[in-house]
């Protein structure tokens, strides 16, 4: 079982708000991602940090931003939540493993949060 | 494109019964591919991860094969139980990207019934 938290798990708010999804893991992961799900497709990533003060944007284009400036914390904001918004949201964390242990490609795999269901009304 | 490709897109399944999925992809470089299961409402967890050089990886009743000429994988569960209906998600890693960049297949939904 990974220690990787995420709050709330159910979010149900009215357009216009303003909203911010909670990650912590406490593995001391160096990577962190922010996926987003809708029921029956794929994973699709929208944001992700290499470590504190590091922030990329994923393959998805997204309305929302992120910050890291604890090693442990990847909180997502939404300034101003629309309909469109309305999916699941996965936080996820990643550590690069030690290279001298002689496997021939990095397998840092990825630890998955329980997800933030949010519905925009 | 890198793709991933699984099949069948739901399968029911009754209770004590085997069952295989499948996963095609198109990712090149290839680092590695993962199986995992994501339980309704919960997060992906992973199953197994093989490299080029493995062609098969158990993890319990669960056991993934991998043909990286054919660029193919499929995870097999044994004697199922209720607790593996889920949904199972093919991952592949790019080898190519700093990132490590994941593509995700979109699941094989898994219903067994007692």
């Known amino acids: 079982e990974a220690d990787i938290y995420q709050t709330p798990r159910y979010l149900v708010i009215g357009t216009g708000k303003k909203i911010t999804l909670e990650c912590s893991q406490t593995?001391?992961?160096?990577?962190m991602y922010w996926y987003q799900q809708d029921p029956g497709m794929e994973l699709h990533l929208i944001h992700y940090s290499y470590g504190v003060n590091s922030t990329e944007k994923g393959d998805l284009s997204s309305e929302s931003t992120v910050s890291r400036i604890r090693t442990e914390h990847f909180p997502l904001t939404l300034e101003s939540a629309r309909p469109s918004h309305t999916s699941q949201y996965l936080c996820a964390s990643s550590d690069t493993p030690n290279r001298t242990s002689g496997s021939p490609t990095p397998t840092d795999t990825q630890y998955f949060g329980p997800g933030t269901r949010l519905t925009v009304l | 494109k890198n793709q991933v490709e699984q099949s069948p897109q739901s399968l029911i399944i009754l209770e004590g019964k085997n069952c295989t999925l499948q996963?095609?992809?198109?990712?090149?470089?290839?680092?590695?591919l993962r199986w995992y299961k994501q339980d309704t409402g919960r997060g992906p967890v992973s199953l197994t991860i093989m490299t080029f050089s493995e062609n098969t990886k158990s993890n319990g009743r669960y056991t993934a094969t991998l043909d990286a000429d054919t660029k193919q994988s499929s995870l097999h569960i044994t004697a199922s139980q209720l607790s593996d209906s889920a949904s199972y998600i093919c991952v592949v890693t790019d080898r190519g990207s700093t990132l490590g960049r994941l593509y995700f297949g979109r699941g094989t939904q898994l219903t067994v019934w007692p």
């Open positions: 593995m001391g992961h160096d990577k």
């Open positions: 996963c095609n992809y198109t990712v090149s470089p290839f680092s590695n």
